[in-house]
């Protein structure tokens, strides 16, 4: 069965300092990945997306990034976080081979930028 | 994709059938509705989709109407676990690379 995992689950960094935020999928190969941003309170904004290995379309001009090095990872970084990146960061996965293509998001990483 | 509509709250009481509303007024010929929840700290899940005939699945019912401006998404008998975000998402064609995009979705209340 195929399986999704993030991580780290909740982190806390200062502004101005790195991150990077990790996905994989087990299970499936060459599926869509996909990097969602929830802030507090807010709805679910989609971030980066990727149909292959290398191939990342941003949907959001900021200080964030994604990376596909392999085909099932998916990788968040930002070289200098700010407060507004606070938030609840969820990767997710679909299933290009299937009809529906559902979509099957991790459990989320919640960051904190202080 | 187009624009979808959904109340922002709705409260049911537990064991009785949550009817959860979405109008699609501006929907194509190829493109499906798809149900998402959420609950509180967790990601997505995937409910239920369909095109112009009803679906149902062991977790839900999809009714959507004849001239398919609309559909309700319907719970059966309503838990408490049931108490989430529910989002009614309107794209094209389940197979390839369109992403989901997401609106505020209906909060709903399930109440002992």
């Known amino acids: 069965s195929q399986t999704i995992h993030q991580w780290p689950a909740t982190l806390v960094q200062p502004v101005g300092s790195p991150l990077s935020l990790e996905c994989t999928v087990e299970?499936?190969?060459?599926?869509?990945l996909y990097w969602y941003r929830q802030a507090a309170g807010r709805g679910l904004q989609l971030l980066f997306y990727?149909?292959?290995?290398?191939?990342i379309s941003s949907e959001v001009p900021q200080n964030l990034s994604a990376s596909r090095p392999q085909d099932r990872q998916f990788i968040l970084s930002s070289k200098k976080l700010l407060l507004s990146d606070s938030g609840f960061y969820l990767c997710?996965?679909?299933?290009?081979?299937?009809?529906?293509?559902?979509?099957?998001f991790g459990a989320g990483s919640r960051l904190t930028v202080l | 994709d187009a624009k979808t509509t959904q109340p922002p709250s709705m409260d049911c009481a537990e064991g009785r059938a949550a009817n959860l509303p979405c109008n699609h007024s501006?929907?194509?010929?190829?493109?499906?509705v798809y149900w998402y929840r959420q609950i509180h700290s967790q990601g997505p899940q995937y409910i239920i989709h369909?095109?112009?005939n009803n679906e149902t699945n062991e977790m839900a019912s999809l009714i959507i109407t004849e001239d398919r401006k609309s559909s309700t998404l319907i719970l059966p008998h309503a838990t408490l676990r049931d108490t989430a975000v529910y989002y009614c998402?309107?794209?094209?064609?389940?197979?390839?690379?369109?992403?989901?995009?997401f609106g505020k979705g209906t909060r709903l209340s399930v109440i002992a």
């Open positions: 997710a996965w679909g299933d290009t081979g299937s009809g529906a293509n559902v979509l099957t």
């Open positions: 299970g499936t190969s060459n599926p869509n």
């Open positions: 990727s149909v292959g290995i290398g191939q």
């Open positions: 501006t929907i194509s010929g190829n493109e499906y």
């Open positions: 369909g095109l112009k």
């Open positions: 998402i309107v794209r094209v064609a389940p197979q390839g690379n369109t992403p989901l995009v």
